[in-house]
């Protein structure tokens, strides 16, 4: 009897275009689902992990690269009760820590990471979302708690986690600004954020916008320089700061003196440690929700690829060509 084979691509070096092989299908094991991959979306974090400058996401290559998909799930395993083939779904599931990633045409993955779709997105919509809006739930909703009423000032509003975090603190009833570039402007009031220009001195849009008291919350996805600008942003004593990037060296002293917080925000590590694997699958529970009433939508490149032309969709975000999440879609 002949083993059952799936496609897939390996990225094997930095210098080399990535390779289209025939793998075995994986068999579901205790807690698994297998999913068939409608759509993988494409992450900054997977050209780094290529180009072999992302150490901290732990994947040596030769490896199968992609974090997030959406698809049907094709079979589940033992101890799985959640799920039933022809469900589809979504989530943020390999692509790092050895777990094979999305750019196939099966998963075998962790039934925790996983959540129904949304019935108001496409795949390829759905594919856009788990690792951006994870992201953003963790900074603003796990650390940050934030309220209806409040102020917050995302820094990268048009980006791929700025624009979930816009969408999620709207959503929240909160007042939401957004730093970003003059031409991506439409981008950020589209989402329903106030624009502030990227270049504008901290303490003008400060007084601009709070009468000089300062925001309540404030989410970076820069990390430098913006970093080291929340701290001089956020309201004292109730202020938190929270980054999603902070992964530099700096001081401190802005944010003590206004006795506000800050934590970062590192969401791998469910997939690497394997602890509060369930909490992701909760958190898209809640992206679900929110895209089925209208609240959340995701920014899509217009140009479609497959796994065939994988390659040309690095090359656009590499080259900067990309306008809204990247994704590839795949015919299992």
């Not at 150490?55 to 199968?64: E, G, K, S, T, V």
């Not at 217009?302 to 796994?307: D, E, M, P, S």
Request: net charge neutral.
């Amino acid at each position: 009897m002949s083993i059952p084979t799936m496609r897939a691509l390996q990225a094997t070096d930095p210098a080399s275009p990535l390779r289209l092989i025939d793998l075995p299908r994986p068999v579901p094991g205790r807690g698994q689902v297998l999913v068939r991959i409608k759509a993988s979306g494409v992450n900054p974090l997977d050209l780094k992990i290529r180009s072999g400058t992302a150490a901290h996401a732990r994947h040596a290559l030769p490896n199968i690269l992609g974090i997030d998909l959406a698809g049907v799930v094709a079979d589940v395993g033992p101890e799985v009760n959640r799920f039933r083939a022809g469900d589809e779904v979504f989530g943020m599931v390999g692509g790092v820590g050895g777990h094979q990633g999305t750019l196939a045409e099966y998963a075998a993955v962790d039934a925790d990471l996983l959540a129904l779709k949304p019935r108001a997105l496409d795949m390829r919509a759905a594919a856009a979302l788990p690792l951006i809006f994870i992201t953003a739930w963790e900074g603003l909703v796990d650390r940050a708690q934030v309220q209806a009423g409040e102020r917050v000032l995302v820094h990268g509003g048009a980006g791929g986690v700025g624009s979930m975090a816009v969408q999620l603190a709207k959503a929240r009833g909160a007042e939401v600004f957004a730093t970003e570039s003059a031409e991506r402007r439409r981008l950020v009031e589209q989402h329903g954020a106030t624009f502030i220009d990227r270049r504008d001195d901290v303490a003008t849009y400060v007084a601009t916008h709070t009468g000089g008291e300062g925001f309540d919350v404030i989410y970076d996805t820069a990390g430098g320089p913006t970093l080291d600008a929340s701290f001089q942003a956020v309201r004292p004593y109730r202020g938190r700061v929270v980054s999603c990037l902070g992964w530099g060296t700096h001081a401190l002293a802005p944010l003590s003196f206004r006795a506000a917080s800050y934590a970062g925000v590192f969401t791998l590590l469910p997939l690497l440690t394997g602890k509060g694997r369930a909490h992701h699958g909760d958190i898209l529970a809640a992206a679900s929700l929110l895209a089925d009433t209208g609240q959340l939508r995701p920014q899509l490149d217009a140009q479609r690829y497959t796994l065939e032309t994988a390659d040309a969709a690095h090359d656009a975000i590499n080259q900067r060509r990309s306008s809204g999440k990247v994704v590839i879609e795949i015919d299992g």
